[in-house]
């Protein structure tokens, strides 16, 4: 059966990333555009999606269809946009994307809840806090290694280019980005605008934040979404002022100084002080004019806590300490004081002493005071601590020697949850130096008396001892029955004195109220949460403490707090309108509203009829609450469309549940997942173009081979392969063309039906016939054999002479590649006709008998002219060597330049090759210009190369002109010759020549005078 998808339906489609971060925030706002610019570097698919509450965030999860979500946001230990990390593992417990990348603080916190199983997701985290920059590089890392186990090569290829990117940026910017993972100094951690407490301390602490976050915008350790920026970790800040007022008698010296101290983690320390000294030097009489009075006093304060980001960022203190301190201190010039006072010769001889011996004689008195007060929020703890002292120092120097003694008394009361101390210290001392001119003598002692009560000494009886601290004298516990060395006799966190004068509870009974909690988690747990232990929630007069169920819901506050921890102050304490006990009653959590994580509320399922213990009522795999709100599915019918699938099945087949053809391909999903192993969310599952319908049920196809002729027959294909008859073509591109998927050469010519459908070369042509037609020019010649012959198998003429291949081939003889077999100027074809129209068999047809066809001869009739030239030149026919049968062939009267065509080109009534026999000239009508044609000279038995054939000096022509006989040269037969007698003669003696004499030829007796 077909593996069931948990996400992305295609493997073999582009897979895209969404990229989710925080809004408002610019800094997130822009490594997200950051990411998504080299994501499209690469031609990988991305998308940016800003998000502002948590309900945006489960829409956006569960709706996403992309391969990988990215995640940036501000995160806490606890989560993320106020939420829990619980809830985010519920989104993407439910979600189709398949991978989730949180590059963001904490996120590791999201582990715990995938111990089980994350439902075929992967999730990658990050462990505590996270540099913004190295967030960056991380998601790009991140969505670069798992694309490059893409099926796609194309995809493993664009995510190996951008992870080698990577890797030459963190090479370039090494040092920088290990400064950063070793010190963040962008952590995603947001500066609170508000202490979070209430009154007037809470009003002391705001005026602090405020005054820190003014100096870390200052000094650019705040960004402008109010992060804190780490460029050092931790920030530690350092300031002091010194200013003086005042002057002349009166002057004024004033320090102030501020510290602070703020580490990534969120942990922090922020102190100030102020001191103020004050000195008098005016003259106030005789004694007042030596007395100078120093005062001097400070203040300071000290704040341990943390910067919490969840649900909302506000501040967790943890101690709180403050102490001011005074002195006063009077000087005393005794000597000025007796010479002030003693009369003027007294005061001379004092001078005079001074002068000689340098006496100097000096004192001051000293008293002063502190009180600090130092909280424990962790412990709810206070000490207080209360010093006080005085004492006096005398002066006297003469000469080279210097006597010095004084006497100091302290006093310190320190009060604690712990007991009460009290230490008294005294200590005297006296010292003398004496001056030498190479060194200087000093002797100096001194002595101390220190005395303490503490609980644990036994002088403290006399102070009505509290053995324990717990607030209550011993002798008081002893007869109450408590313990008085312990100071929480009955171990429920509350001192004994604490519980008879605060809160009214038993202090010998750890639960006074019988509800199952001690008194001192109960009052702890009432004070965390905002509450008076002393209030009273249903208002049954009982004190909160003393009540053992304070919200009157059925539930001993005891079994609310420690068992089902829900809030004993409340009667439906997650607000899911079913009352604590009610929900206890029928098993569900009363402090979750969806009980069983299903997305539904407990009242709703509750009264719907569904179980609200069990996420998946009808036990489909799908909870109950993504069935109702998000699939629409029935949460009571694990088959809601009834097509034999579980709800769930389909949504792990990525199937629609409310369909029971999802993809629409006319077949059941039940039939496509356990009968055909089809995907029934694709109507086509191998992506072949050609649906599942069509390949199980076939389709038909029309095809002519060379076995069964004409065709038409049913065709099938394997919906699971897109190639089924393994030839590289996909099915759907044979169903295209009408091939046979199930077959690599579909009409059985010898040629696959790759080679027919993607071309075959033939020398520098590529044909492409028709993989359902063996003869696809239809010439009489398979498409197979025309490649062998190198002909092409779809045009039937492949050389164009007008005549089919399959003609040439098996009729003629003529070469089917060359429109002109025989080379004599004539295409084959006109060829073919010409013998046709002549009533020849052109396949057969020898006119020379030289063995050699006409058509594939030359020189048909072998008169030395090519048929070409006979044709389209001389016109002649090609057939015969003499066209006009006068006896010359063809090629001599070519050359002689007589006509072909014309068997007495002359017209002298001689053919032209009888007139080459007797030596006539075919081309004179009279070759011998007798003025006879040589034809009538022949047939008249004259000689037509003969002028004059009876040798009688007239030419034949003019002896038949004149009557004579051309035969005879004495016509008259009186021995005078024709020609004498036409063309005159002369009669000569020895003596004498008389002459010309013109007779006439055809008579004896020209003059008839009887004498010849």
Known sequence: MLAPLTSYANPNAPPSITILYEEPNESLRTISNNIHAKLSEYNIASEIIGIKSMGELQRAIILSDSYIILYVFHGSEEGILGGSWREVAAYIEGSNPKHHILVTCHSDSLAKYFENGSNGHFIYVVEDEIDIKIAEIESEARAALVLMGFPSALIRSRARSLFDDLMDRVVEEFPEILIRMLIPKEPLLKFPEKSGFSGPAGFIADMILSLAKLYLQLNGYLDDEGNIVFPIDPITINQELSLDFGGGEFPLNVSIGYSMSISSSGEFTMGASVSVSKQQTGHLGKIMNVIGTKVSGSGEFEIEGLLADNPVPHVEFRSFVFKISFEIEKSLDIKEIIRSVAPGGVAQIIDKIQEYVGLEISASIKFGGSFQVFYDFTKDTTELTVSLWFGTELSVEIAIVTFSAGITVRLDFKFTPAGNYFTATFVAYAGAEVDLMFTTLEFHGEFKLKWSAEPSDSEGEQMNIDSDNDGLPDSFEESIGTDPNNPDTDSDGIPDGIEIYEYRTDPKISDSDNDNIADGAERNWYETHGCDPLGDVDGDGAPNILDNDSDDDGVFDGDEILLYHSDPLIVDSDGDGLSDGLEIGIGTNPVLSDSDDDLMGDLEEYQCGLDPTDNDTDDDGIRDGVEKYIILTDPLNNDTDGDGIKDGDEYAYLADPLLNDTDSDNISDGDEIYIYNTYPNMSDSDSDNVTDYYEIFGWEITIRDNISGLITKTVYSNPLLNDTDNDNISDGLEKIYGSDPGTEDTDHDGLTDYEEIYGISVGLNIYYPDPTDYDTDGDGISDYQEIIDGTNPTNGD?????????????????????????????????????????????????????????????????????????????????LSNDTDNDGLGDLQEIQRGTDPLNSDSDGDGLLDGFEVSISTDPLDVDTDDDGLDDGFEYNNSLDPTNSDCDGDILLDGHELEIGTDPLNSDSDLDSLPDGWEVNGFNISGSLYMIGPFYTDPLYKDTDGDGLL
């Open 798 to 878: 492949t050389d164009g002479d007008g005549l089919l291949d399959g003609i040439e081939k098996n009729g003629t003889g003529t070469n089917a590649s060359d429109r002109d077999s025989d080379d004599d100027g004539i295409i084959d074809g006109r060829e073919y006709e010409y013998l046709s129209d002549r009533g020849l068999n052109p396949n057969i047809s020898d006119s020379d008998g030289d063995g050699l066809k006409d058509i594939l001869d030359n020189d048909s009739d072998n008169d030395g002219i090519i048929d070409g030239d006979e044709i389209n030149r001389y016109f002649t026919d090609p």
